[in-house]
């Protein structure tokens, strides 16, 4: 392990074992200090966070992106501490926090038997909404976390997720895919981030007027195993309560090869998220690289995108 994956892997434990620790308004103004801070040295992160808000919001002058930005970085730092603090929640607490709208939409789909896949950008925290259908509705459900390095951090990671009521599943090895279609085969419950795909079996969509990819799992999922494809979008306001939405069923077409409704359905994917992101785009936390416009030259430089 180098010595930057040890000082990451401490940075997380810190953050796990002294944040969760904190009364909940110190935790917030510790977390809108550090992103402040960060906002302010205009890193690489915030540049591309803003690049990104210019695609979502084409109108946005200068001014208006620098306050976007500001404004996604305190989103993805209050993210980031009630992350921390998940784990010393009462289950009341994880109930009150969250408010999902057309929630009937998952309730309906689970209690057909037919199992259902959320498929969700990365907006506000979605750990919180897993959380809450886990404490809230009772329901376990199964994911895919990426492998991270060093690999104790991706432990930590697996660990928390778990201690939160989820079953967490490897994304590399190629057996995730097989469990996943286990799991709605026998009713349960899917859920999947599924905005940003930089794999060769990324399906490219449209997305605020550029070509982007995104994964063809949710998709497929849906088609091979008659389950319901639910796209659910987050966000915050001003009170400490997360809200949501979960949107209509993405129907499997009558028609075409399985590429072509894979493509289809995707793009409806990306089509809600796009309306989510749209009506709150400083909670879309896409500090990285996402357009093939801005994949390209980095492939064409010999670098991995």
């Not at 399985?258 to 009506?279: H, N, P, V, W, Y």
Request: glycine share 10%; with cysteine; charged share 25%.
């Amino acid at each position: 392990m180098s010595a930057r994956e040890r000082l990451t892997d401490a940075l997380y434990g810190l953050g796990w074992s002294t944040v969760k620790k904190l009364p909940e308004p110190a935790a917030v103004r510790l977390g809108r200090t550090i992103a402040d801070l960060a906002w302010k040295r205009r890193g690489k992160g915030v540049l591309r966070l803003e690049a990104n808000y210019a695609r979502v919001v084409p109108d946005a002058g200068p001014e208006r992106l620098a306050e976007l930005s500001r404004a996604g970085m305190r989103s993805y730092l209050r993210y980031w501490m009630e992350s921390f603090r998940l784990p010393a929640w009462s289950p009341e607490r994880v109930r009150t926090g969250f408010d999902p709208k057309d929630l009937h939409h998952l309730t309906d789909g689970l209690a057909s038997g037919r199992g259902v896949v959320l498929a969700l950008p990365h907006l506000a925290n979605w750990d919180l909404a897993g959380a809450w259908v886990t404490t809230a509705l009772g329901t376990p459900f199964t994911t895919v976390a990426e492998r991270l390095k060093p690999e104790t951090l991706y432990d930590r990671f697996v660990a928390y997720r778990e201690g939160l009521g989820m079953e967490v599943l490897p994304h590399s090895g190629g057996s995730a895919f097989g469990t996943l279609a286990r799991r709605l085969r026998d009713g349960g419950l899917v859920c999947l981030v599924a905005d940003r795909d930089l794999s060769a079996s990324g399906v490219e969509v449209e997305f605020f007027g550029e070509s982007a990819r995104m994964p063809a799992g949710p998709a497929l999922l849906a088609q091979q195993t008659g389950a319901l494809l639910l796209p659910v979008t987050l966000w915050y306001d001003d009170s400490p309560v997360m809200r949501g939405r979960v949107h209509p069923p993405i129907e499997v077409p009558e028609s075409g090869t399985r590429a072509e409704k894979t493509s289809s359905m995707t793009q409806a994917l990306a089509d809600a998220f796009a309306t989510g992101i749209a009506d709150h785009p400083e909670d879309w936390h896409m500090l990285q690289r996402l357009w093939l416009a801005d994949l390209e030259p980095r492939a064409a430089d010999g670098e991995r995108p």
